[in-house]
């Protein structure tokens, strides 16, 4: 597991315990990040004698795939099952799709990592650059209010 992944599984466990809920391993799955891999974990949660009533997942693609499972295992979204990505991919608008989703700050991103990259080249920086930019939520149709 990544350092990165790591830390996402420790602010994941720390919200956990912050509301009293439990911790449930067989509801937690590392895999890579395409549509094929969303489609095999969703298969795989949704199949399980306790399903979850929610899914993050690591990503806008991977959450694409898990939407396609449960469409087809004939759960409605969001009644049946909340899904969350992660990147605001342009697909994830979509009318039909309307992603819930975390959205990066892309371009801001973009414009720091240039402007960084470019006082590398011009040789008036040679340390890593060290930046912290805030997502946000961008609540679609595919979240139901939370009920614990």
Known sequence: MSSQAGTGMA??????????????????SFSDFTQAAGRKVGRHMLSLPERPSAIFAANDVTALGVLEIAEE???????DLSLVGYDDITYASLPRIQLTTVAQPAQEMGQIAGEWLLSVIEGHRSHPLHCVLNPHLVVRCTTAPFTY
């Open 11 to 28: 602010s994941y466990r720390e919200v956990l315990h912050e509301h009293g809920l439990a911790e449930k391993e067989e509801w937690m």
């Open 73 to 79: 295992l004939g759960y409605q979204i969001p009644d």
